[in-house]
């Protein structure tokens, strides 16, 4: 299995332009998760979807971003427009249940916004 | 208000010598506590889930505890090696009234192992 797929691995993009992140979730399972993390402020759960559903969507800091699970194998995060308070490296994860079964890490994507 | 506090912010020790990782927290109602380790540049890589009813869990040379009455957790790193040089994170699950689970995380320890 080849885990968790992120792309891109590096963004770098400009202030105002659009940024979409993608995430091929383990087959099989059952929930998806996008996650940020930043220095200051840690790892910070955004959305969780449950058989392409939005279950929780509180973490999400605002209306420039959203969450789209279009199938079981295929999410995106997308920040229109982007900020350079949005700079951080983007996780997505998946696990075979709900949120409290073991949760699989992509590698994550480092979003530079400039 | 739901937290999950970790403590030392960072460490370091040498070769071969034990460690123990600390984690308190307020949630509630508890459903579970995980311990994931974090090597730079990568995702977390979960280590111990443990519930209510688990007092000790161990993965190789990780050994975590829970005492579900104070609120703590522990993570227990016997003869450290240098690639346990990573950061461990503490992550509380609490039961929503949907079935979902909330997830509180702390801010992570930083171990550094030196030969």
């Known amino acids: 299995d080849a885990g968790v797929i992120q792309s891109p691995r590096h963004e770098v993009t400009e202030m105002g332009q659009e940024v979409t992140l993608r995430c091929k979730p383990i087959?099989?399972?059952?929930?998806l998760f996008w996650y940020r993390q930043t220095m200051m402020r840690g790892l910070e759960l955004l959305i969780y979807f449950n058989n392409n559903v939005p279950i929780d969507d509180s973490g999400m800091p605002e209306d420039r971003f959203s969450a789209k699970m279009p199938n079981a194998s295929f999410s995106t995060l997308k920040i229109q427009p982007s900020e350079p308070r949005d700079s951080a490296v983007y996780f997505c994860a998946s696990s075979p249940g709900l949120a409290e079964d073991e949760q699989y890490f992509g590698p994550g994507t480092r979003l530079t916004v400039t | 208000k739901n937290q999950v506090e970790q403590s030392p912010q960072s460490l370091i020790i040498l070769e071969g010598k034990n460690c123990t990782l600390q984690?308190?927290?307020?949630?509630?109602?508890?459903?579970?506590l995980r311990w994931y380790k974090q090597d730079t540049g990568r995702g977390p890589v979960s280590l111990t889930i443990m519930t209510f009813s688990e007092n000790t869990k161990s993965n190789g040379r990780y050994t975590a505890t829970l005492d579900a009455d104070t609120k703590q957790s522990s993570l227990h790193i016997t003869a450290s090696q240098l690639s346990d040089s990573a950061s461990y994170i503490c992550v509380v699950s609490a039961f929503l009234r949907t079935g979902a689970n909330n997830l509180f995380f702390g801010t992570g320890t930083r171990l550094t192992v030196i030969p």
């Open positions: 087959s099989g399972h059952n929930s």
């Open positions: 984690c308190n927290y307020t949630v509630s109602p508890f459903s579970n």
